[in-house]
């Protein structure tokens, strides 16, 4: 199966990340997670990215707040599908990153979660995986139907209560 790169802007981002290496864990999906910084380190963040497919990656999650040109400079310099994570920083909310992630250009797509949606990156990633691998793709059916089983015991309990 192919890789999920993970790369996130800081290591004060990882809280985030740690939702989606726990849900690719849980689908039995390998997994590398790198801090690159667009700002910081902006030639080892173009390398991952140009080098991503021959070294066995799928899909990239890129995560980062604040000014977050992190997926779009990930996407900028790779075909493989790109999956933006707009972290909330100190200030704004995370409206900053949001905005930053997912108003790309068109020809440079990043296909951006909710802020700080580590654990739908993740699934997102397993999606684009599972397209050309029905093993994961009946893992994500069988994922579906017991979240779905769980909201419905709720629904059961609820109904006792009240
Ligand atoms: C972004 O700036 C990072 O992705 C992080 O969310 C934010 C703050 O980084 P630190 O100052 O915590 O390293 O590039």
Known sequence: MKKVGIVMGSD?????????????????????????SAH???????DF?????????GVIIAAAGMAAHLAGAVAA???LPVIGIPCKGPVLDGMDALLATVQ?????????VAINGG????????????VEDKELAEKLDAKRASDAASVLEKDAEIMTRL
């Open 49 to 57: 990215s140009v080098n991503a497919r021959k070294n066995g990656f």
């Open 12 to 36: 004060s981002d990882l809280p985030i990340i740690k939702k989606a290496t726990d849900m690719l864990t849980t689908l039995g999906i390998p997994f590398e997670v790198h801090v690159y």
């Open 40 to 46: 910081r380190t902006p030639e080892q963040a173009r």
């Open 104 to 112: 790309m250009p068109t020809g440079i797509p990043v296909a951006t």
């Open 119 to 130: 654990a739908n990156a993740a699934l997102l990633a397993a999606q684009i995986l599972a």
């Open 77 to 79: 310099n790779t075909t």
